[in-house]
Structure formats: structure tokens, C-alpha cells
């Protein structure tokens, strides 16, 4: 059996998905979550893309002791400064440097010849192996490379000290067959190739990421890369939970396994959907809500005689689990506890001791309060810490013969209070224009998603927003019974993420972008 490493991309390529955007806070939730799911590397940002991203690097990097942590740089001197500046917390520091060596982009994005590429990649490896005791080299669009060409400078940048080797199909244009045949094609004819671990980076463009991705391992590969989900720039990258699941189930095809703790796997989507606010489609394999689902008779009446008739991936073994016990207004602080500990939250007292008040007015409105209320509960506290603006109190008027008008009152954390109502064409814009008014602001609402978590008459309303103001955006997340009160909730987490975002740019003085 082969181990097949899984380097995360989630926090780096993930968060190039359009509309995503990552606070400090979440990505060391997603760092911390995806320590324990059991990646070998966190690709956690790139350090010299700005000082937020060179700052989240730096934290997790000292922070994140289970796996190697790494950093993308362009092939230039001073990203490999500045990852080197970021990384060099970790215990396992490790750099991702990057060139192009397609055709396309050699001329049109460098307006350089290949030669020159060689030589530039090979200056870079040698620069970073000054600082780096592990350097990944990546062909970017290595799949729209001439062959020979791409074994040229992968033998070269072995040489000058690359220990791994990452062949990307950046545009998502490859198929298993052809990006198969370019790793043997590699295998066969570098001949210091068994120096390096060879890596895929696949993109779903034609739908075929995870596919390309296990065809790359039938012919060498050891390591894939990818991101929860499947997110990432345009139409994302591998689904890491996909290429897990697949490598586990076939085991018998593939004579892989991986270090991923599949157990861990529910709760890891579930954290980056909330976080990123990508909804799951109900039909994703191995995370979707339908997944395990079996709808038609004659898949039911197998199912029931034997599971193994149309089960092949049993819920337990991805952590979708029936509790036993279940939470709800009769539930006391120890049942809370050991519940939240099994969702594997670990949390100091005080903050159980909060969260336990918000359950009980919960489930004084809901019958049985689910997993997915919990986790959405206490990520909405975690991750929410040292907002300046609390809600206090929200009323709205609304009839189908009169103009919705809000009034709202909120209480800023030095105590003072502040109240406005204003009138909009909905109950939802009333709202947000009086929560511009209270903050003397006009902002501009990009995004609003609704959605309900699990169903059902008395399920919990989650929102999620985009707002921009004073060149600034920022996303928020808001979760009550109502779905008014959630929109005001979202609204103001994420006028309350704006301040941070722009108050740290102040003291770091960051151009306002
Ligand atoms: C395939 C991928 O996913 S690659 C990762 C993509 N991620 C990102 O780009 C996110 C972060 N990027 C950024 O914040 C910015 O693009 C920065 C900070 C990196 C650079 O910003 P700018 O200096 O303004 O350059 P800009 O983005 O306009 O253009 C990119 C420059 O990098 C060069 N470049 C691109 N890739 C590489 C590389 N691998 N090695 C060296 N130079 C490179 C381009 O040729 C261009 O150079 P030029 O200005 O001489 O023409
Ligand atoms: C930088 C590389 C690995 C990349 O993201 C791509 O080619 O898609």
C-alpha cells in the first residue's frame, strides 16, 4: 500500500473562490479543523499577496504543530522573503514556489523563452533552499505543456533542490487518460524523479478534478492537493473529502490509503461551508445532504434487506451520525457539554457557560435542537468574538398596504446606545437602511443568502451578506428563529468585520483598497 500525503488548499486556492473572503479568526478554525481531519500539509495563504494573508500565515504557522504548513510565492525574491518571514514559526516550514511553463503563458504572461524560465526557476530554488528545509516547485499549466520541455526543468529544479513536484492542470483542461500519461511520461524520462514526491493540482472546469486526480496516482503521484468542497478559483479545485473516500473505499484498486480521519469529514465541510458561505449541493458526493439518502422503492427495499445493495460509503464512516441522546429544553448543562465534546468543540467553561443560555432560549422556541443548530451556534460565537455593535432590540412594521419601516437599537461596546428607524421597498431593506443610518454609513449590500438549517416549520434561519462601504468588503453571518432578525444579525456582523478590517489597516497602514 502507497501513502498518498493530502496537502490542503483550502485557505490559499479555496479562498480564491469569487465571493470568498476569510477573516483571520476563520482561517484558524479552518487551520485547527483541518489539523485534526488529518491533512499532511496546510497550504494556509500567500504571504506576499497582502499583509492579511501574510499575517493568518504567520499565526497558523506558529500555531499548527500536528502538519507542515506552507506558503505560495510568485518565482521572485521577495515572495520567497516574505514566505520565509511568515513560515519560519512552523515546525515544519515549507515553501510553494511557482512558475509557468506552458507555451501560453511563457509568452504571453512572462513575454519570455523557455530558457529563460529554466533559469529563472532555477534561481529560486537554489535562493529558497538558503532559508527552506522543504521546497514544492510547481509547473503552472503543466498540463498544456510540451513534454519534453516540462521534464527538461523539472530534472533542473531537482537538481537545484526541489523535493517535491506539483504538475497542476490550472485551467482544467486535461483528462485522466492524457494527465495519467504525463506523469509516467515524467516517471520515465527524469531521470532523478525518484528524488521527489510528484504532485497533482487538479481544477474542475470540465467536471473532472477528482477524476484526473486518482488517475495521476494510478501512474506515480503521491501527493494530491485540493480543498474542501471542491472550492476554489472559478470551478474549484479537487473535493480533498472526494479523493479520501474514493482512495479509502477502492483501496483494493488504488493500494493507497491516506493519514485523513474520515470521521473528522462531515464537520470539516460543514466548517467551510458556514465559514465561506458555499452552500452544499444536496447531490455532492460523500457531503451532500442526499448522499445517503435512498428515495425509490425498489433502492429502498434493497436497502432494507441488505445495505450493501446500494450503500457503498455508510454514513458513520464520513461522521453523519444518528445521536442517541437528543438535545432539546429539557436537556441539562452535562448533556451540553459531553454533546458539544462529541461535535469536538473544545471550549473553556465560561464560554459553555454562555453558550448553554443561548441553547435554552433556543430550544424554548424549537423541539429538538439539532447538531447543525449547535455547530452553527457556537461557530456564531467563536468566531464572532470583540464585535463593536450588538444588536439590542429590532422592530418591524410591515403590511401589504403600508411601507416597512425598522426601528433598531443597538449598544456599542463602550456602553453607549444608539436608535434610528428608517423605511425600505422590503422588511429586509428597512432594516439595512437603518442600520446604515445608525452607523452614519452608506453602504452597499453585494450579497444576501437565506437558508434554513435542516427544515422543518420551527428550523433556524441562517443569513449570509456582502457589504461594501468606503472601499472595504466584508462578509457576515447571522442565525436566529427569524428570519428578520437573522438578516439584521448578518448585516451587522458584517458591518462589525468592516471596522476590524478597516481599523487593522489603519494600525497597519494598509491602503484602503
Ligand atoms: C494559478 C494560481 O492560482 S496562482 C495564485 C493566484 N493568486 C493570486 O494571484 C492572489 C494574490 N495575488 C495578488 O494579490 C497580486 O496578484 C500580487 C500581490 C501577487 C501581485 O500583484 P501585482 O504586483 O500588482 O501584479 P499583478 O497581479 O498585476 O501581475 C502579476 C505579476 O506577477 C508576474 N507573475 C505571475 N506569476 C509569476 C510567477 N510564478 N513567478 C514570477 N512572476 C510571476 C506576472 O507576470 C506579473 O508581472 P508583471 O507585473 O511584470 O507583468
Ligand atoms: C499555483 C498553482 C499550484 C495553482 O494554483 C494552479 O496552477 O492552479
Redesign the pocket.
Known amino acids: 500500500m502507497n501513502k498518498i500525503k493530502i496537502f490542503d488548499t483550502t485557505l490559499?486556492?479555496g479562498e480564491?473562490s469569487p465571493g470568498v473572503n476569510l477573516n483571520f479568526q476563520e482561517k484558524m478554525e479552518i487551520a485547527r479543523q483541518l489539523e485534526k481531519y488529518g491533512v499532511d500539509i496546510i497550504e494556509a495563504g500567500?504571504p506576499?499577496?497582502?499583509k492579511g494573508?501574510f499575517q493568518s500565515v504567520r499565526e497558523i504557522a506558529n500555531t499548527i504543530k500536528g502538519c507542515s504548513v506552507t506558503g505560495?510565492?510568485?518565482?521572485?525574491k521577495s515572495?520567497i522573503d516574505t514566505a520565509w518571514e511568515a513560515l519560519k514559526g512552523s515546525e515544519e516550514p515549507r515553501l510553494h514556489?511557482?512558475?509557468?511553463t506552458s507555451p501560453i503563458h511563457m509568452a504571453y504572461?512572462?513575454n519570455k523563452k523557455p530558457e529563460e524560465i529554466v533559469e529563472?526557476a532555477i534561481e529560486?530554488v537554489k535562493y529558497a533552499s538558503k532559508f527552506f528545509p522543504v521546497i514544492q516547485w510547481s509547473a503552472?499549466?503543466a498540463s498544456r505543456s510540451e513534454l519534453p520541455f516540462l521534464a527538461h526543468i523539472t530534472e533542473k529544479v531537482i537538481k537545484a533542490g526541489a523535493n517535491v513536484v506539483n504538475l497542476?492542470d490550472?485551467v482544467g483542461y486535461t483528462t485522466p487518460k492524457e494527465y495519467g500519461a504525463m506523469f509516467s511520461y515524467l516517471k520515465e524520462n527524469v531521470p532523478n524523479i525518484h528524488k521527489v514526491d510528484l504532485s497533482t493540482h487538479c481544477h474542475d472546469d470540465l467536471g473532472m478534478a477528482v477524476a484526473n486526480s486518482l488517475a495521476a496516482v494510478e501512474n506515480g503521484a503521491t501527493q494530491i492537493e485540493g480543498a474542501i468542497n471542491g472550492i476554489g478559483?472559478r470551478a474549484g479545485n479537487a473535493a480533498i473529502e472526494e479523493v479520501a473516500v474514493a482512495l479509502h473505499t477502492r483501496k483494493d484498486f488504488y493500494q493507497s490509503y491516506t493519514n485523513i480521519t474520515l470521521s473528522e469529514t462531515k464537520r470539516t465541510s460543514d466548517l467551510v461551508s458556514k465559514l465561506t458561505g458555499m452552500a452544499i449541493p444536496a447531490n455532492k458526493a460523500v457531503v451532500g445532504r442526499n448522499a445517503f439518502a435512498h428515495e425509490s422503492g425498489i433502492h429502498q427495499d434493497g436497502f432494507l434487506k441488505n445495505r450493501s445493495t446500494y450503500e457503498i460509503i455508510s454514513p458513520e464512516l464520513v461522521g453523519v451520525q444518528q445521536k442517541e441522546v437528543v438535545l432539546g429544553k429539557h436537556s441539562g448543562r452535562h448533556a451540553f457539554r459531553t454533546h458539544l465534546m462529541d461535535l469536538g468543540f473544545t471550549l473553556q467553561d465560561n464560554q459553555i457557560d454562555s453558550l448553554f443560555e443561548k441553547f435554552k432560549d433556543l430550544a424554548d422556541k424549537k423541539k429538538d435542537v439539532t447538531d447543525d443548530d449547535l455547530f452553527s451556534l457556537v461557530l456564531q460565537k467563536t468566531v464572532n468574538s470583540d464585535e463593536l455593535y450588538k444588536l439590542d432590540s429590532l422592530q418591524v412594521q410591515y403590511g401589504s398596504h403600508n411601507i416597512p419601516t425598522a426601528t433598531i437599537t443597538l449598544t456599542k461596546n463602550d456602553g453607549e446606545s444608539v436608535q434610528e428607524a428608517a423605511t425600505g421597498s422590503g422588511s429586509v431593506e428597512a432594516i439595512y437602511n437603518t442600520l446604515n443610518r445608525c452607523i452614519d454609513s452608506e453602504l452597499k449590500l453585494l450579497d444576501y443568502r437565506l437558508q434554513s438549517i435542516n427544515g422543518g416549520p420551527d428550523a433556524l434561519a441562517e443569513v449570509f451578506v456582502k457589504i461594501e462601504g468606503n472601499g472595504v468588503e466584508a462578509s457576515g453571518r447571522g442565525l436566529a428563529y427569524d428570519v428578520l432578525e437573522s438578516s439584521a444579525k448578518a448585516y451587522l456582523n458584517a458591518i462589525n468585520r468592516m471596522i476590524a478590517i478597516q481599523e487593522y489597516r489603519k494600525e497597519t497602514k494598509q491602503e484602503v483598497m
Open positions: 490559499r486556492d480564491q500567500f506576499a499577496a497582502s494573508d505560495l510565492a510568485r518565482a521572485v515572495d514556489v511557482f512558475i509557468a504572461k512572462f529563472i529560486m503552472e499549466d497542476p490550472t478559483e
